[in-house]
């Protein structure tokens, strides 16, 4: 058509550019830009817009307060849900614990902490009542609307639907098109594009149902490592119910105020999160305590068996949890995971009363010299039965 100008490209080139944006196109990131209409749909007026966009500006330390520096409050009170953890309290938890305190009282707290923590990571901030007032105009925005979610990443999903449809196209165009008249480049195409769609499948159906590594961040920034590595508290003191339950169980702020109730400063968080456990012991609301280990329902397990009776360490599954300040799944606790235990783990009969009394042939086996010893599967521990009935 004249006056327009057409570009032709042939098939082989379109495959092989579909093919980099399938390889290269992945991205990922957050967004923490201005939206007015965001501020309009929570119902604030153009002042308060303004209050709330100046707070958030001198929050961010992109401008200098009227003593001539910017503080920046992000980098150690964070705005977005993170997975990684972060000692000082977030933006969120700063908010909600200060929404009942007076203009007089918030400020003090910014500018005339009492906890070592928070002199140390306050020191030197100046700043002018109207300015503490923006800060606090963002803050109650911040309650209002909670921390940043990160964008969701689709990569992985675009990456292996982008390779099957291009396998695809290889494949009809080889077979029944056959525009592309060098058959090698399909090939290539071809192998390249089946290698990595088996590779996801793989790796996806491994990690089917599985959750090794899981770690998520609990409500009260808790450290084992602290508690049970630093101060070497036994396991058993926090989840007493381990030893005869099925369940290891969450332990009672209650609990928790036996030694807090002296000890107000946390070693890395300060007072905030020991202050916590006071609230929800005067408010009489339960910690919500986010589980990590969990079985398929198909599963039965006893802690009582393990812990109780076989009078393993907590360590065998749990891993290093004393040198964790975030404890996350160990273990891939897979049905095979839990068989190569039984398999190879060795019966303490002599030591143990339970399986000398209720195991006497074995029992005597090992002190006659005819068996060395015996393991989990020799008493049954690979049946079915024993956990799928």
Not at 2 to 27: M, P, Q, W
Not at 109 to 133: D, F, M, R, W, Y
Not at 198 to 224: C, M, N, R
Not at 286 to 313: M, N, Y
Request: hydrophobic share 40%.
């Amino acid at each position: 058509m004249k006056g327009r100008r057409v570009i032709k490209i042939s098939g082989a080139k379109l495959i092989i550019l579909l093919s980099g944006i399938i390889f290269f196109g992945e991205t990922n990131g957050y967004s923490n830009n201005y939206n007015e209409s965001a501020y309009e749909e929570n119902g604030h007026s153009g002042g308060q817009k303004h209050s709330i966009e100046r707070g958030k500006r001198l929050f961010f330390g992109l401008v200098a307060t009227e003593s001539g520096k910017a503080f920046d409050c992000v980098s150690c009170h964070n705005i977005n849900i993170i997975d990684t953890l972060n000692w000082n309290p977030s933006a969120l938890d700063i908010a909600l614990s200060t929404a009942d305190l007076d203009s007089l009282s918030f400020a003090n707290l910014v500018l005339n902490p009492v906890t070592p923590k928070s002199v140390e990571a306050h020191e030197g901030i100046s700043l002018t009542g109207e300015e503490l007032q923006f800060i606090r105009a963002y803050m109650e925005d911040v309650a209002h609307t909670g921390l940043e979610k990160p964008k969701p990443v689709l990569g992985g999903i675009l990456l292996f639907l982008g390779l099957t449809v291009l396998f695809i196209l290889a494949l009809t165009d080889l077979i029944v098109i056959k525009y592309i008249k060098k058959s090698y480049i399909h090939m290539v195409i071809l192998l390249i594009t089946s290698v990595w769609i088996t590779k996801i499948l793989v790796e996806e159906g491994w990690t089917l149902g599985k959750s090794q590594d899981y770690a998520p961040l609990q409500p009260i920034k808790f450290s084992h490592k602290v508690h049970a590595g630093d101060q070497q508290i036994d396991c058993q003191y926090c989840h007493s119910a381990a030893e005869f339950s099925k369940t290891a169980g969450f332990p009672a702020a209650n609990l928790c105020l036996n030694c807090h109730i002296l000890v107000r400063d946390g070693s890395n968080s300060g007072r905030f999160e020991i202050n916590k456990i006071h609230n929800a012991v005067d408010s009489m609301n339960l910690i919500e305590w986010i589980r990590i280990h969990r079985l398929p329902d198909h599963v039965f397990f006893s802690h009582a068996q393990h812990v109780g009776v076989a009078k393993l360490d907590c360590q065998e599954c749990h891993g290093p949890v004393e040198e964790m300040h975030v404890v996350g799944q160990f273990a891939d606790l897979s049905m095979g995971w839990c068989l190569d235990c039984h398999r190879t783990k060795k019966v303490d009969f002599l030591e143990n009363d339970y399986y000398g009394m209720t195991f006497e042939s074995y029992h005597d086996k090992i002190i006659s010299g005819e068996i060395d010893s015996v393991t989990v599967a020799d008493l049954g521990g690979t049946d079915c039965m024993k956990c799928h009935y």
